[in-house]
């Protein structure tokens, strides 16, 4: 069966089809654009959305970095149409990351070790 326009999630005030996230721009506090979301990654268990993971650096994708990022650390900003990451320079140098060519561990022990870094209790 075809999705057509008319079928296809749409926005409401309160929600977003993932579509309409995916490729969102991210902006730290002072309006600088870090980069774009790549895709979401959601509990199996709960259904909610555990980590956003963050592209960017490289050029033309060569080199580009993915940064998981807990999900309770991005806000929605109604204003740019964007979402923002409360985070410095040099916290950001330093969060866990892969490449675009590697394989990710998302197993318990890896999300903890991003929760912990971001300063965020479990997710779950």
Do not use: C
Request: no cysteine; net charge negative.
């Amino acid at each position: 069966m075809a999705t057509t326009t008319e079928s296809a999630p749409q926005e409401t005030p309160e929600a977003l089809p993932i579509g309409k996230i995916e490729g969102s721009d991210v902006y730290l506090p002072d309006a600088e654009r870090i980069g774009a979301i790549e895709g979401l990654l959601i509990d199996k268990r709960s259904g909610q959305v555990a980590y956003a993971v963050l592209s960017f650096g490289g050029f033309f994708g060569i080199g580009e970095e993915h940064f998981p990022i807990p999900w309770k650390k991005l806000h929605y900003k109604t204003e740019i149409d964007a979402y923002e990451i409360e985070i410095d320079q040099e916290k950001l140098a330093g969060a866990p990351r892969f490449s675009h060519e590697a394989a990710y561990d998302w197993s318990q022990a890896e999300g903890r070790q991003i929760n912990d870094y971001y300063g965020v209790p479990d997710i779950f």
